[in-house]
């Protein structure tokens, strides 16, 4: 089987809170060119932020490097972010992902590992090695142009005037 040709955009920044905007405007500027809709655009934003602010709290106790990729399909998008700091257990985290649970107060929620959850939720594939460092791949996938269509169908309907 063919691999697809992907374009390969790299950034490495400080892992430093203020350089986390700067990868959310990114991911929007080259989602967009992509073509994704603005709400899959906003989904991406929220999961690499999460990424990167797991990477900026966690990786590091004084200052590192995060490497952000992007690998550019004609049907998808991959997002990779990586550092070289501390790895953790990934396996205790992902049994501890899941829900959160509506009938326990908000006071009760669990510190930690939301933003794995979240990431799972908002992105259609997600890859996590811990072999050297954490590397955290994303895929979200092009789902075409269904609302443009509906928004056809919709203008027809429309009455003259």
Do not use: W
Not at 77 to 91: H, K, L, N, P, R
């Amino acid at each position: 089987m063919k691999q697809q040709e992907a374009d390969h955009i790299q950034m490495s920044v400080p892992a430093k809170p203020e350089y986390v905007g700067v990868i959310r405007l990114t991911v929007s500027g080259i989602a967009n060119r992509v073509g994704f809709t603005y709400d899959e655009i906003e989904d991406m934003k929220i999961a690499v932020a999460e990424a990167c602010t797991n990477v900026v709290n966690h990786a590091y106790e004084e200052g590192g490097v995060m490497n952000v990729s992007f690998y550019l399909y004609e049907d998808k998008i991959e997002i990779v972010v990586a550092d070289q700091g501390q790895s953790f257990d990934i396996a205790s985290v992902r049994d501890q992902l899941g829900p959160v649970n509506a009938d326990r107060p908000v006071a009760d929620l669990k510190e930690g590992g939301l933003g794995l959850f979240l990431i799972n939720t908002l992105m259609d594939k997600v890859e996590i090695n811990d072999e050297s460092g954490i590397v955290l791949v994303m895929t979200k996938f092009l789902h075409g142009d269904e609302v443009e269509h509906d928004v056809e169908r919709f203008s027809e309907a429309q009455p003259e005037q």
